[in-house]
């Protein structure tokens, strides 16, 4: 894989970020979602690759652009697999909260879960307590385990989780045990992320959320040497004959980080859409906007935040030929 596709993919993800802030706080996830989604397909078309989307909007006869199997890049280059979320949070524009982003993660062939989209039970790590968590203990014992790789008492250990019903029970039991709680709205991509950077004081991530996020979470901390661990939970025939269309028949089994992306390299790149603990929103003035993006490859461990200016006026469709 090609080291330059990591500032071509910052490209990208800008695209889809600028167009989607344009919707924040409109309260039509649907617009900002299409807007991302078109942005994002177009400057993918000028990137030196051939791509295949595996991780994107939906199957071909549910999305217009960006669906599984879409073949994208402009034909040279090398041969990749693409996971795409052209706005992670959608319902966080579409109300002008915290924490959406655009995201994409390319990585040779094979290499990434074709997760389907299901719900997916997952914990999640940064480089520090990466070895020390396992999805099968009870999370006062996953509490502990992280404190300690982290050398902090549990009082002072934060973690993450989706405010839904669903994780009453996870909730309760981080009360318990004394630690503190960062509840979210939406967006575990950018949750699981978190707990690789201390300054968003976030130590781990807890919960269930979407199964094709949880590879988009997995390759960006791969590129970070932290740790997600996941377990596919289908809720009917349908998705339990899917699980086994991917080889997975034990429902029960624990999928680590080379079940997710295998291999050695696979490069991510993020854009802020809103302000969040980790990236700050797009913002215009007049003819000028400015993003803040994070992209990361796993063979070099290189981790570069990059500041855009960009000139609308000049660059209205946001590609030159």
């Known amino acids: 894989m090609e080291r330059s596709l990591t500032l071509e993919l910052v490209r990208v993800t800008e695209a889809a970020a600028l167009e989607s802030a344009r919707w924040m706080g409109r309260g039509k996830k649907n617009e900002a979602d299409g807007a991302a989604t078109t942005a994002m397909r177009k400057v993918l078309d000028t990137v030196p690759m051939q791509g295949t989307v595996v991780i994107g909007e939906g199957e071909m006869d549910e999305a217009p652009m960006l669906y599984i199997g879409e073949k994208v890049g402009n034909g040279h280059g090398p041969a990749v697999d693409i996971a795409v979320d052209p706005v992670e949070g959608t319902n966080i524009v579409a109300q002008g909260t915290w924490g959406a982003f655009a995201v994409i993660a390319v990585a040779d ?172 929103g797009v913002q215009f003035k007049g003819s000028v906007a400015t993003t803040h993006s994070v992209v990361m490859r796993a063979k070099s461990g290189t981790v570069r935040f990059i500041d855009g200016t960009h000139s609308l006026k000049k660059k209205p469709n946001l590609v030159i030929k």
């Open 109 to 280: 062939q094979g290499k990434f879960l074709h997760a389907p989209d299901m719900y997916m039970q997952k914990i999640a790590v940064g480089p520090d307590a990466a070895g020390c968590i396992d999805i099968n203990a009870s999370v006062t014992e996953n509490l502990k385990a992280v404190a300690k790789a982290k050398g902090k008492d549990i009082e002072d250990v934060v973690a993450t989780v989706l405010n839904r019903e669903r994780h009453n029970k996870i909730i309760s039991e981080i009360r318990e045990a004394g630690a503190r709680i960062r509840l979210i709205s939406d967006g575990d991509v950018a949750a699981a992320l978190n707990t690789a950077f201390d300054f968003t004081g976030v130590d781990i991530l807890f919960g269930i959320g979407g199964a094709p996020e949880g590879v988009l979470a997995a390759a960006g901390l791969k590129c970070l040497g932290g740790e997600l661990q996941g377990k596919l939970l289908p809720e009917n025939d349908e998705q339990l004959k899917r699980c086994h269309k991917m080889g997975i028949s034990d429902i029960n089994k624990v999928l680590l980080m080379d079940d997710l992306v295998s291999g050695d390299d696979c490069i991510f790149a993020a854009t802020g859409i809103t302000d969040g603990e980790l990236l700050t």
